[in-house]
């Protein structure tokens, strides 16, 4: 499976950031995925509290339309999206 995959943060509207408080959403680029299957991706984000969503752009093939899947927080740990499985 070929995937390209976009991130982006939506912020909340009127939030006014402090000297060096951006939302930031660290991930470890994925290398190797299995083919027909639900792929998990982690991230962190740096200021949480001025985010209201994560989202996760992907598509399968380079002509293909991009879907989006938003980050949901894990309990305990990193926020994780879920790219579903192809058939």
């Known amino acids: ?18 000297q060096g408080a951006m ?5 470890a680029p994925i290398s190797v995925s299995n083919a027909h299957q ?13 985010v209201k969503r994560a989202i996760l ?7 293909g ?3 989006e899947v938003e980050f949901k927080r894990g309990a305990p740990g990193p926020y994780v999206a879920e790219i579903p499985k192809t058939p």
Not at 41 to 50: Q, R, S, V
């Open 23 to 27: 939302p930031r959403l660290h991930h």
């Open 57 to 63: 752009a992907y598509r399968v093939a380079d002509s």
């Open 38 to 50: 639900a792929l998990l991706i982690t991230g962190e984000i740096d200021h949480p509290e001025l």
């Open 65 to 67: 339309p991009y879907m």
């Open 1 to 18: 499976m070929l995937l390209a995959a976009l991130f982006g943060l939506l912020v909340l509207p009127g939030v006014a950031f402090a």
